[in-house]
């Protein structure tokens, strides 16, 4: 289509390999200037391995890159910024103690003539930044104290004001909702315009479709197209991931008996974050919460799991009333919480798949004062057959998983806690469209089995598709329940947003 355009960089023979497993096998392709090039493949496909390479972060173990003409190797994060590349990395590199401009900044302070920090202009820059991103978030705040997507947000920034001239994003709308994204598009097209070329990862074929100009399919760490966008449909791109024709079918919903709340939340307030919120959940029921990012939805589970302390309110376990202090009460209720932020306060990097299992539900491993190694090793395995979690090495740290596979163990882990209700914050975040029926399937079987699930999400469709009932939550209070023929997203957004419109 386009004649006339200049690749910026071009891979050759791109290998790579992890104590001789074999990653990325030969893959050539090139990136024109000004162009967003879509990169997309089934968790461990090896997206994320392909750009660390071409950011300095990891080395090929063959092939050649050549950026602008030019043979270049790049040996280190510094390098590939000085050339004007720059990642917006799929796990967060930031640091908890600092603020949200220490962290926009680190490694590339400012300073005054004299040498000393210059804060003011650093804080200034960074709020200019975050207020082009529509993120009213004060820059002095502690990352510790960021959402998810507050924490998406301080990456983003902080890969823009380098300034770079070719912007890698890895899954960076992952923890984002609409309306965010709308605005990471915007300002995505606007660089483009100013001739910046953006690699863009996701496992969402829709903004895929929306945002790039062709698009890049790696599976099992091949090269299997380059496409250009007008010449695929969502249907195309899936097949190619995954070698075979595909169509996402959620299990048909089963019936609820709605006689029997397992759960039964009452007038639970926080000052500032939520307001009067009620509600209940049945036994065997998958029961939805939706809102826009900032709703109060994350802050509702935190609520019930002791995480924070609620100011008014009371919660009922099968009619009884339980007090929870914190998460430990919790988990003794038979409660269970996947975070929305499985690197903050889920698995331990350092730990291996089964130890990240077992971490929680501990006490099953323990004989005789020691744990149990092999009744860990044989829990893990059936997790890993039936999420059909793929590494290297099951001893291997977790921080050398693909993200999705992390996403997988991290589910596990909370699985084996037996609780009678878990409630999943964003389950499929990072997760490849094939292995996203898995976990549906799989919170249907808890359900069968009784378990009741608080399903949060911010795909809408995923909700649609999933829940026997559902809540929609809006400026920290509740502000609808919708239940059969009625969950769609028109009644959904009405209720988020309280705009009567389709929905872009
Ligand atoms: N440092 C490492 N050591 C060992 N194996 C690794 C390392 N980094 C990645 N791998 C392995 O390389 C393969 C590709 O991983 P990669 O992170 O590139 O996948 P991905 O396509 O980004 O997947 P996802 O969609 O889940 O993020 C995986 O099998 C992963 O376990
Ligand atoms: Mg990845």
């Known amino acids: ?71 270049v190797v790049i040996p280190d994060y510094i390098t590939a910024k000085k050339l004007g590349i720059a990642i917006v990395p799929q796990e967060f590199n930031l640091i908890n103690t600092l603020s949200v401009y220490e962290n926009i900044f680190l490694g590339n302070e400012i300073r005054l003539s004299s040498g000393i920090l210059d804060k003011k202009t650093m804080r200034d820059l960074a709020s200019k930044q975050l207020e082009e991103l529509n993120m009213s978030l004060s820059v002095s705040k502690l990352v510790k104290d ?24 890895d899954e960076p709308t992952t ?106 959940l049945y036994r065997g029921e998958i029961l939805g919460f939706a809102g826009l990012v900032g709703s109060g939805r994350t802050e509702t589970a935190e609520a019930i799991m002791g995480i924070r302390k609620i100011q008014s309110g009371e919660i009922y376990i099968n009619g009884k009333p339980i007090v929870i202090r914190n998460p430990k009460d919790a988990v003794k209720a038979g409660l269970g919480y996947l975070s929305e932020d499985r690197q903050g306060k889920g698995i331990v990097m350092d730990f291996s798949i089964p130890q990240n299992i077992s971490l929680i539900a501990l006490q099953k491993f323990i004989k005789y004062a020691l744990i149990d190694k092999q009744a860990e090793r044989r829990t893990a395995e059936t997790y890993i057959q039936r999420f059909k979690i793929s590494s290297a090495s099951k001893t291997a740290p977790l921080k050398f998983l693909s993200g999705g596979n992390q996403q997988k163990v991290y589910l596990g882990r909370w699985v084996e806690t037996s609780p009678s209700i878990l409630i999943l914050d964003e389950p499929t ?76």
């Open 175 to 280: 923890t984002l909702t609409g309306r965010e994204i709308s605005t990471l598009f915007r300002i995505m097209r606007r660089l483009k315009q100013q001739g910046v070329t953006i690699i863009f990862v996701s496992h969402k074929l829709q903004e895929i479709q929306e945002i790039c100009d062709r698009v890049t399919v790696l599976r099992d760490g091949e090269l299997i197209s380059v496409d250009d966008i007008h010449n695929v449909n969502e249907q195309d791109m899936a097949r190619k991931m995954i070698g075979r024709d595909f169509q996402q079918v959620f299990p048909p919903k089963r019936p609820v008996n709605f006689i029997d709340p397992v759960l039964q939340v009452k007038h639970i307030s926080i000052p500032g974050l939520l307001h009067n919120i009620s509600f209940e």
């Open 146 to 169: 960021l959402s998810v997507a507050e924490k998406q947000m301080v990456e983003i920034s902080k890969a823009l004001l380098l300034n770079a001239r070719f912007l890698i994003m």
């Open 1 to 71: 289509m386009e004649h006339s355009a200049t690749p910026i960089l071009e891979l050759h023979n791109i290998t790579k390999e992890f104590s001789s497993i074999r990653v990325l096998n030969r893959v050539s392709f090139s990136i024109n200037t000004g162009e967003i090039m879509g990169l997309i493949g089934e968790n461990g496909a090896g997206k994320s391995t392909l750009i660390k390479i071409i950011s300095g972060i990891y080395q090929p173990t063959e092939g050649t890159i050549h950026f602008q003409g030019q043979h």
């Open 429 to 504: 975040r990072g997760i490849d469209v094939n292995a996203k029926r898995e976990i549906y399937e799989f919170i249907h079987h808890l359900a069968e089995s009784n378990i009741s699930c608080i399903v949060i999400s911010s795909e809408m469709e995923e909700l649609i598709g999933l829940c026997n009932r559902l809540y929609v939550m809006k400026e920290g209070t509740i502000s609808g329940e919708l239940s059969g023929e009625h969950i769609n997203e028109e009644e959904i957004m009405f209720l988020a947003t309280g705009i009567k419109e389709r929905s872009a």
